[in-house]
């Protein structure tokens, strides 16, 4: 006779585990399998039936997949954590005996814990590990911000500054940066790598208070995973552009107090010399010497040697003629066929020149600030500025707290284009440059060209610092600053009013007539309309009645989401013609 099923031995039932039984599955402690489950990217999963997989119990518990701890139980990081529990028990026996020398013996020995073999298991391709470095950037970020914590954390704090500053530079010298954005929480920085947009958010550079109710071991835990993954990918990016990893720190800039400025790019580790000397002389050596050179400048140059060697192109002609076909080709001339692209075939799906236009434009982008020398006043930003200055082919320098010019040149320089204020006023000005506010900087970025400086003079009123994450939708409110066409600054407006339901029209209606308002106007709208506008209003009334009733209570969900949006819009834009009135009131009285 077939053997009878019983209940909870197939099904999802035996589909999940509880935490409980998952770690004395493993036999490790609910720490270790925090860590571990981080590590490996294992999460608690919410069964559809909790009474099914509870065996009839409702309690709130966590579950887990059953696959998901099989897979745990063959992790070679299960006898790591052994050997360290092992070794924690040994120590502690020998200080209790007051045996310091072996207690020492056994510190020099303590077993070691390597995260690589979890890196190339969860990141098969170099794609899916840049896919998955916002969440490392921002951790590795905001740990590196957090300098006020206890001395025993101090070095992974270190490390994280350490690797955030070798990202910026290699952002810097890639020239991939391509949106910043001024927040409550933080600076949003967004880099195109790889064809991957990769985002993140960098604190600002206040007292970082430590709110007691966080619990600092699990995001540790995550912290010693993603610190691992940044070294794989920061060693993979510099490889790929050929610098040195890790870089070479400047010992004169550290102690000039600079981080990012600290590392010592290629060209001026081939130029500068090793110095012995310390302090603000040696500093200054190092600042005045050549900075790195960036490709505008070398395709400068390139262009420059290939006009001169135009005029010996005619003498050459000929002895190119008397050349054997079957030569070998030279550097440059295998340079040249690799730069030339194929035409493409017919057919091809690939719009070659919308591609090649793409490429143009984000070059052109990346120079934005070549040319222009920037000086920072003490009160500004001085590390984000730094950034994204450099990112744009700008130079820049300010004074530190020692007063040594950080960047080569003092304040009095004539060569200072732009000098970036945060004051209302400032006391004495130099000719010849302009003073602004940092928010310029930011919304030159944003706009992809070097805007005006008047709206961004000291003291003035700035203009709204819009997101440029935010991407317009129909029925969306834009600001006036957002819209690319002047001319028709009601345009998402009226495409929202073609969205409004019926419901929402009667309702129009209803209103207008309760505030005495006639509703001709309402009435001369829909008379107005076309015959096919009414007729595809009717083949809608049709479509909803046909709908089943789900379908139809899913259809007014949608509607009244729309509708609720289509009121936030109005709403910000009464506030916007309410403030635009209070200002024009204000430079009346005025």
Request: glycine residues 4%.
């Amino acid at each position: 006779a077939m053997r009878q099923k019983k209940k909870g031995e197939s099904g999802e039932a035996t589909a999940f585990i509880s935490r409980t039984r998952a770690i004395r599955r493993l036999q490790i402690s609910l720490n270790d399998f925090r860590r571990l489950c981080i590590i490996k990217g294992i999460y608690p999963r919410e069964p559809k039936n909790k009474k099914k997989v509870g065996k009839g119990s409702n309690a709130n518990k966590t579950y887990y997949f059953v696959k998901d701890i099989i897979f745990l139980s063959h992790e070679p990081l299960l006898r790591k954590f052994r050997e360290f529990k092992i070794f924690l028990r040994k120590v502690k026996h020998a200080v209790s005996r007051k045996e310091e020398s072996t207690a020492e013996e056994l510190r020099k020995a303590r077993p070691l814990i390597t995260l690589d073999h979890v890196v190339r298991e969860r990141y098969p391709t170099f794609i899916d590990a840049l896919r998955d470095m916002d969440d490392a950037l921002c951790l590795v970020f905001l740990f590196a911000s957090m300098s006020n914590r206890k001395l025993s954390q101090r070095a992974l704090f270190g490390k994280c500054s350490a690797m955030a500053n070798e990202f910026l530079h290699y952002v810097i010298e890639a020239r991939c940066l391509r949106k910043v954005f001024l927040s409550i929480k933080g600076i949003y920085y967004q880099a195109e790598i790889m064809g991957q947009d990769i985002t993140w958010i960098v604190p600002y550079q206040f007292t970082t208070t430590v709110p007691p109710d966080v619990d600092f071991k699990i995001m540790e835990s995550f912290l010693e995973f993603y610190a691992t993954l940044m070294r794989f990918v920061n060693f993979k990016l510099y490889q790929s552009i050929n610098l040195q990893y890790p870089p070479k720190l400047s010992e004169a800039r550290l102690k000039a107090g600079l981080a990012l400025g600290a590392i010592v790019s290629q060209t001026e580790a081939v130029a500068l010399p090793e110095q012995a000397a310390d302090g603000p002389e040696a500093m200054d050596a190092e600042s005045a010497a050549p900075g790195p050179a960036s490709k505008g400048d070398i395709k400068a140059a390139v262009a420059a040697a290939a006009a001169a060697l135009s005029d010996e192109s005619a003498d050459e002609e000929e002895d190119d003629d008397d050349k054997d076909d079957n030569a070998p080709l030279t550097e440059a001339e295998e340079r040249a066929v690799l730069d030339a692209f194929p035409a493409p075939l017919e057919g091809a799906s690939e719009d070659l020149g919308a591609v090649q236009a793409d490429l143009a434009a984000n070059d052109r982008f990346s120079k934005l600030f070549n040319g222009l020398v920037f000086y920072l006043s003490r009160e500004v930003p001085q590390t984000s500025l730094d950034f994204v200055i450099r990112a744009f082919g700008g130079k820049v320098s300010w004074e530190n707290d020692a007063g040594v010019s950080i960047g080569g040149f003092d304040e009095s320089n004539e060569s200072i284009t732009h000098q970036i204020v945060d004051r209302p006023k400032q006391s004495h000005t130099f000719l010849g440059r302009a003073y602004v506010q940092p928010q310029w900087v930011y919304d030159c970025i944003n706009a992809r060209e070097v805007k005006s400086t008047a709206p961004y003079k000291p003291g003035e009123l700035l203009p709204p610092h819009l997101s440029p994450f935010v991407v317009a939708q129909t029925g969306d409110y834009v600001p006036a600053e957002a819209r690319e066409d002047e001319d028709a600054p009601m345009a998402v407006a009226e495409e929202a009013e073609e969205v409004l339901s019926d419901d929402d029209l009667y309702q129009q209606e209803l209103e207008a007539e309760t505030k005495g308002q006639a509703s001709g106007d309402l009435k001369l709208k829909k008379t107005a309309k076309p015959k096919g506008r009414s007729e595809a209003k009717e083949a809608k009334e049709l479509a909803k009645i046909m709908m089943t009733k789900r379908d139809k209570h899913l259809y007014q969900k949608i509607m009244h989401s729309k509708a609720a949006k289509q009121k936030e819009t109005r709403k910000l834009r009464r506030k916007k013609v309410q403030l635009d009135e209070a200002a024009k009131r204000i430079d009346a009285s005025a």
